[in-house]
């Protein structure tokens, strides 16, 4: 008993020793320790990323190199985050090791739209707006504005010269709808209205996103402004994280990627005799005495190559023109920050250069040098947790130096220089052995061009700098009411221009031959200076501020969504360099802008935008004027009923809109106040003579404009029905735009004024109406198959036609000549006659209509034109409305880019068609002296025309030129349909291969990633017109477009 009763009392005592040992193990066994590392996407570890247990306060941060530790239970949740990355959840299992990745939160331009003042859910968007991921947009330019083309629907884009600093492109929104002053659109960097050589000079790595916005709910809210549309452009701003820098270098060698094609020297000599053969009038000599007739002698010695100072065969191309021309870019960027501050900070160099020759005797270069420095700083500081201040500041300096008669000048010169005449120059022997000048060729005293001295003889200075700084507070009132915002920003622009001239006055010589010595004597020498001069050109300083105001609300309410937006801006411009009181004041708008939206259930929309907007140009009850837009979306894709389909068509979205918008810039750039009269009271041709010899004079008063207090702005009223469709999980996007536009109380001069009324002046009116409908598509397509492969292709169509509506003009209905009406043409027509042929022989001639009115009739080979309303002659009654507009009435894009493992292949094609324009034949009829400003010119002969002309030996009434002559014939100088070229085509505007290097390899040396990649642009180009690039239209024979071959590489750390 004693025995048991010991061993109980043993027992109780052993009972909680092994009661202890057990939840001593199991305690253990739930808070175990637990290592692991984080790092980003880029494999890069996270130092400092938060590691902590769910609804727990326990928890451990990364150290250096990610890695942590920490005690866990089985079943936790651990919550990893790190500033600018997507939070993870992981659940504790059974591992000691977790490796962690986290990636970049999704860029918020990923989910929204900019829209005017604000950010939109990409979902509740319905206005038209086309946006470009701005990658798409790197292009081996230092002009942003030739990347557009055909890179987003809705945008007509054309370039029509390759000249360094000079080569904007021209672009419209939904093309042209306006006969009036300004047809371009509205263009917005940060909400800054700057002009088209800002948007040129942007650097395309500072841009997050690149917007246009077309129809009446996207640009209502910029009133009076917004009716040619809008360029929308933000640049990109610090996100919160560890510092990122990102360098981007390129190197680019650039040709003229077609060059017109002159006839060589001797073959002008002998088509040169032949155009004065074939004009000579046998009963009038006389008439052709002073025509240049070629000896057979000097042909022959051309020919041999007797002496090239004296027989000269000047490839003028060749003397000025260098085959290619080299471009550098240095772009570097840094961004980061933490919670309370962050920063994006950029800088790029650029320097393109021309392909003009320089002369080693000068001690300075008349080639085109332009270099840019650009410099962007933009801050973002969290003040509290509910406020927010932004600084941004950017600067844009540019330096140029070239020729002085630029490069485009020069180009033209060389086609209207003879080949045969003069040398360039001479060299400096005998007696100019010790000269410290060039000796330029030249004839008759210098009396003609000599387009090398024009090159080399000076050069041209100008500095362009453009400073802007802009602050902004954001403040939520959510203590007020949950998404009440207001914001206000202030902003202060200023550029300045300078230029500058320095210049010579070249020596010109004559060559004097002795046959029998076979040498020269120079002779008709024009005395010049070998020192430059100096002359001060042009200065100017403009500065622009401006303010904006605004309160938002954004709200949900279960299944309703509603926000609403107040906004006030106001804009003044000050100009330095005018010359009259009236330009020199002040220019200043103001308005008031509202958006109200509301949403059900992510399935309807319903949207309206206003514009209150004031301009001073306009009479004080003209002054104001309200533009309202409305639209309607649907995405019935989002009903239940859809759910079956949305493995195939997951997204499909319906959207309409109208409204009406406005454009206050008429007239022209220095037409202001309507409502006042334009006076001279010191006119010298209104004055009054007196004396007795007459000899004194008393100027008078005149007046160029009467006042009219109703002239107001053009009102635009738009329509648009739109489909948005995604399938296969949105790897296919289709959007189509349908569109149409009516242009009203377009400013034009009247063409009813009785002369009984004894105006001086011409009146003005709102009276003008025009039109546009079109189309405009995207298409865009995705694949990823795994982590190795991807491919991605995109394309774009624009239709925009643009048409006369009412135009105040005779009524050539009533007199049987409806077809001189513009009502229903083409805002940007071509016009003249129609070519028939060319005349077969003299009986042709004398048995078709007069074509006596052009100044001497017409011959054998000459153009033909159709007697268009059969009164037996030729006169301006018989031109009409002809081909397609000038500019481009379709235009598109499309490409594909793909990439394996490290290797990444892209190619885009641009094309535009329905586009006509002449060749114009004053500048292009060869062996004709040309007047240039106190110079004579003697015009090339392009060598289609010596291929191709109508001759006694090839009577092809077709011939691409008509009969050969010294002087312009006018009856063939006629704008008519023989000059006229389709001016469509279609190119390969860009083609890039890179390498991206493996990030293992990279890691060991401190970078992130590292690639490198070769580009062309302009490669191939498909058209059927031959002479020059199509794109340049009837600029032809100036500076060519460029083909570029660019070498680039970009580091991340």
């Known amino acids: 008993m004693k025995e048991r009763l010991f061993s109980f009392f043993k027992m109780n005592r052993l009972i909680p020793v092994i009661l202890c040992l057990f939840f001593a ?22 130092a400092g990323a938060t590691i902590k247990i769910k609804n727990s306060q326990g928890g451990a941060i990364a150290d250096i190199d990610g890695k942590f530790t920490m005690r866990v239970k089985t079943g936790d949740i651990l919550e990893i985050s790190f500033l600018g990355m997507k939070k993870q959840e992981i659940k504790v299992d059974s591992n000691d090791f977790y490796s962690i990745k986290l990636f970049p939160e999704a860029n918020e331009f990923d989910e929204v739209t900019v829209v005017a003042f604000a950010k939109q859910k990409k979902e509740s968007v319905i206005s038209a707006i086309s946006t470009v991921n701005p990658q798409e947009l790197k292009v081996p330019s230092s002009n942003l504005t030739t990347a557009l083309a055909g890179r987003m629907s809705g945008l007509i884009a054309f370039q029509t010269t390759g000249e360094p600093g000079k080569d904007n492109a021209q672009f419209f929104v939904r093309g042209a709808t306006t006969f009036g002053y300004k047809k371009d659109p509205l263009i917005l960097i940060d909400n800054i209205e700057l002009s088209t050589d800002d948007l040129a000079r942007l650097n395309v790595d500072d841009i997050a996103q690149f917007s246009i916005m077309k129809d009446a709910t996207a640009t209502a809210l910029y009133g009076a402004r917004g009716a040619n549309g809008v360029i929308l452009v933000t640049t990109k701003q610090g996100v919160a994280g560890k510092p990122k820098v990102s360098v981007r270098v390129e190197q680019s060698v650039s040709t003229p990627r077609k060059k017109v094609e002159l006839t060589d020297p001797i073959t002008f000599m002998r088509l040169n005799n032949e155009a004065v053969n074939s004009r000579r009038d046998p009963n009038n000599p006389a008439a052709s005495a002073n025509y240049t007739v070629y000896s057979q002698e000097k042909i022959e010695n051309t020919i041999a190559g007797t002496n090239p100072y004296c027989y000269p065969a000047v490839n003028w191309y060749d003397e000025l023109f260098n085959d290619y021309a080299l471009s550098t870019r240095v772009n570097a960027n840094l961004s980061g920050g933490g919670s309370a501050v962050r920063y994006y900070v950029a800088a790029s160099y650029t320097k393109d250069g021309g392909v003009i020759k320089n002369d080693k005797l000068n001690n300075y270069n008349s080639n085109i040098n332009w270099q840019r420095y650009s410099v962007r700083s933009n801050i973002n500081m969290d003040l509290s947790k509910t406020t927010e201040f932004s600084i941004r500041v950017n600067g844009n300096f540019d330096d140029y130096t070239g020729p002085l008669d630029s490069g485009e000048g020069l180009y033209k010169k060389v086609m209207k220089t003879s080949p045969v ?84 006055n070249p020596y010109y010589y004559q060559a004097d031959y002795d046959k029998e010595t076979n040498s020269y004597t120079l002779t008709n020498i024009v005395e010049g200076e070998e020192y430059l001069s100096y002359n001060q050109g042009s200065r100017n300083i403009n500065t622009t501020n401006y303010v904006e105001a605004a309160i938002s609300y954004n709200r949900t309410f279960g299944v309703h969504a509603t926000s609403g937006m107040l906004v006030y801006t106001r804009r003044e411009e000050k100009r330095s360099s005018e010359d009259t009181l009236q330009k020199s004041l002040p220019r200043r708008n103001q308005g008031l802008a509202g958006r109200f939206t509301y949403a059900y259930d992510s399935r309807y929309f319903a949207e309206f935008n206003f514009g209150y907007n004031g301009s001073e140009r306009f009479a004080a009850h003209e002054r104001y004027g309200f533009f309202p837009s409305f639209g309607l979306g649907y995405i019935i894709s989002n009903e239940s009923f859809w759910e079956p389909l949305l493995n195939t068509m997951d997204k499909l979205k319906f959207k309409m809109t109208y409204g009406l918008v406005g454009n206050d810039a008429i007239g022209s750039s220095d037409d202001r106040f309507y409502y006042l009269s334009e006076v001279n009271p010191n006119d010298g041709g209104r004055g009054q003579y007196f004396g ?51 242009r009203t109380q377009i400013y034009q001069n009247r063409a009813y004024i009785p002369s009984t009324m004894g105006l001086s002046a011409g009146v003005s009116a709102n009276i003008g109406e025009a039109s546009s409908r079109g189309v405009d598509l995207s298409v865009n397509y995705s694949y990823i198959a ?26 050539y209905a009533s007199y049987g000549q409806g077809y001189r009406s513009r009502i229903g043409q083409p805002i940007n027509f071509n016009y003249g006659y129609i070519a028939e042929r060319l005349f077969i022989d003299e009986n042709d001639v004398a048995n078709s209509p007069s074509q006596t009115s052009f100044n001497g009739g017409a011959m054998p080979g000459d153009i033909k034109y159709k007697d268009l309303n059969n009164d037996g002659k030729i006169t301006s009654e018989d031109q009409i409305f002809l081909g397609y507009p000038n500019q481009p009435e379709i235009t598109y894009g499309f490409g594909f880019s793909t990439g394996y493992k490290g290797f990444d292949l892209s190619m885009f094609f641009q094309g535009n068609a329905r586009v006509s324009f002449f ?44 009969r050969l002559s010294p ?36 890691k060991k040396i401190g970078v992130q990633s590292l690639r490198l990649y070769l580009t062309g642009s302009n490669l191939l180009t498909f058209s059927k017109f031959k002479l020059w690039d199509a794109e340049m239209g009837n600029n032809g024979l100036g500076y060519p477009i460029q083909r570029v071959y660019n070498l680039g590489i970009n580091i991340n750390f």
Request: one cysteine or more; proline letters at 3%; hydrophobic letters at 35%.
């Open 919 to 962: 060749i114009d034949p004053r500048n292009t009829s060869p062996f004709v002296n040309y007047d240039a400003g106190g110079k004579t010119g003697v015009q090339q002969c392009l060598d289609v025309i010596a291929k191709d002309h109508w001759s006694e030996d090839n009577r092809n009434i077709y011939a691409f030129w008509p």
């Open 786 to 811: 795994n982590k190795d492969f991807w491919i991605k292709g995109m394309g774009n169509f624009t239709l925009a036609k643009g048409r006369y509506e009412v135009y105040e003009e005779p009524d």
């Open 967 to 1002: 002087t312009l014939v006018e009856n063939n100088m006629q704008t008519s349909t023989w000059w006229m070229h389709d001016g469509s085509f279609i190119r390969l505007k860009t083609v890039e291969l890179g390498y991206t290097f493996s990030q293992k390899a990279l």
């Open 25 to 46: 193990t199991s305690i253990y066994a739930q808070n175990r320790e637990v290592k692991g590392i984080v790092t980003g996407d880029d494999n890069e570890p996270m």
């Open 421 to 504: 005449m003069y040398p360039k120059s001479y060299p400096a022997t005998g007696e100019y052995v010790n000269a410290t000048h060039v000796l330029f060729g030249n004839a008759d005293k210098g009396a003609y061009i000599n387009p090398y001295a024009d090159m080399v003889r000076g050069y041209k200075e100008s500095n362009n700098l453009l400073v802007a700084a802009q602050a902004e507070l954001k403040q939520k009132f959510d203590f007020v009411t949950k998404g009440l915002d207001a914001r206000i920003l202030v902003s202060t622009t200023r550029s300045s221009y300078s230029d500058l001239t320095r210049a010579i």
């Open 692 to 742: 007795t010899n007459y000899g004194n004079q008393m100027n008078g008063v005149s007046i160029s404009r009467y006042p009219n207090t109703n002239i107001t702005w053009e009102k635009s009223k738009k329509g648009n029905f739109g489909i948005e469709l995604g399938m296969f999980n949105s790897a296919l996007e289709v959007q189509a735009d349908f569109f149409y536009e009516r």
